[in-house]
């Protein structure tokens, strides 16, 4: 996924962007929708500052009841560029975790915001997801959904508490 971005002629108001990413561009399995990305750049001495937010839809499983969940999700980012004179990288970055150099500078005057906004796709994703915060799960015996009703096994474990 790449998405550049000519810095080369930035006016110093900034510029705002928009781009659709094609759901087959951003690749990731639980991103269901097309991304819309919208952004704004500015120059700040050697960095760009840039900031603003993506919208897609995640398709996720019930980490619980195993149930496929539909979420809206918008993302907001915010990231500081420094400027790399002779960073003529494609494809390949030098990538420290908490720092701003997953993204680099393509030759003297373009910005590459793909990997980045891959990253923050992926890390917006819950390791667990849950349909809802009160998800009764599946019963471990006959593995009924429970949020759709009790099975018997759970009206036992009730009672024999009482
Ligand atoms: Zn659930
Ligand atoms: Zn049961």
Redesign the pocket.
Same mark, same amino acid.
Not at 141 to 144: I, S
Not at 151 to 154: A, G, L, N, R, S
């Given at each position: 996924m790449d998405l550049k971005i000519n810095v080369g002629n930035l006016p110093k108001e900034g510029s705002s962007h928009e781009f659709y990413l094609k759901e087959e561009d951003v690749a990731v399995k639980e991103v269901v929708s097309d991304t819309f990305v919208n952004f704004e750049i500015c120059k700040n001495g050697n960095s760009y500052d840039v900031k603003g937010f993506m919208d897609y839809k995640l398709s996720l499983i019930c980490s619980r009841c195993l149930k496929e969940i539909t979420r809206h999700k918008r993302k907001e980012f915010s990231l500081e560029v420094r400027e790399k004179v002779d960073c003529a990288v494609t494809g390949k970055s030098n990538r420290k975790t908490g720092e701003a150099e997953n993204v680099y500078i393509v030759g003297n005057s373009c910005l590459d915001l793909g990997p980045f906004l891959r990253d923050e796709i992926i890390l917006s994703i819950a390791l667990k997801p849950l349909c809802s915060e009160e998800c009764k799960g599946l #019963?471990s *015996? #006959?593995?009924?959904n429970l949020n759709e009703s009790a #099975?018997?096994? *759970?009206k036992l474990k009730e009672e024999s508490l009482t």
């Open positions: #019963c *015996v #006959c593995g009924a #099975c018997e096994h *759970v």
